[in-house]
């Protein structure tokens, strides 16, 4: 009575069956802050909501920085081990970020010469920590994306060249969505028809199926995944 309560959120969630989805937007932020977080705590945070799943999108602000692909690698790797805590057992998935555009001495829109180290930097760091990893980057487009993004109809990125608009966000979930049915359309094929689920691997009956059938074996991974194309122009 009467002392003082630290109250971190509060949870409101349904009975039954589903996904809980916990986000933590970080504005301004670069991914090396997340090495402030006190570590006892945020594990300890990580544990009482069961997390099975760490999801981790950095880059659009780093993206202002100057720094080599080597030590934006050690330093995002460290991100990432940091957050895991030594858990073997937490999932991770890096989401790579957006292009990211500025314009040039001339006037010229063009993609930040950081972006690329970026991309090729957490795809590193994800695979040597046995993470998922997702190129946004490329699966908009790669460079140059921002500009004809922002130059579609309905714009799909802002003219910052830096975020894009919620009809963007919605393409690149599309986007992601395909490539993850496209995934697990591959890891069923790959798998002997009469042999058991993998501990915790979804069934063929728990997978999400967009409207028709998901994406035939063969299909493109992630990595493969055709870049988005916008509506022309106007």
Known sequence: GGGRVSLYGVVMEREGPGVVYDSLGLVGARASRMLNFDAAHLHAQLAARGTNLLVLGFGGNDSSDSTTEDRYYESFKEVIQHVRG?????????FAPLDQAERDERGNIRTMPMVPRIVAAQRRAAF????AFYDTWEAMGGSGAMQR????????AFTDYRHATPEGYRVIADLYYKALLAGFADYLASRPADAPPAAGAPSAADAPLAAGAPPAAGA????????ATP???Q
């Open 231 to 233: 509506p022309a122009a």
């Open 128 to 131: 040597d920590l046995g993470c």
């Open 149 to 156: 993004w922002s130059r579609a109809r309905p714009s799909l």
């Open 86 to 94: 030594g858990r073997d057992d937490l999932g991770c998935l890096i």
């Open 220 to 227: 493109p991974s992630a990595t493969d995944a055709p870049p």
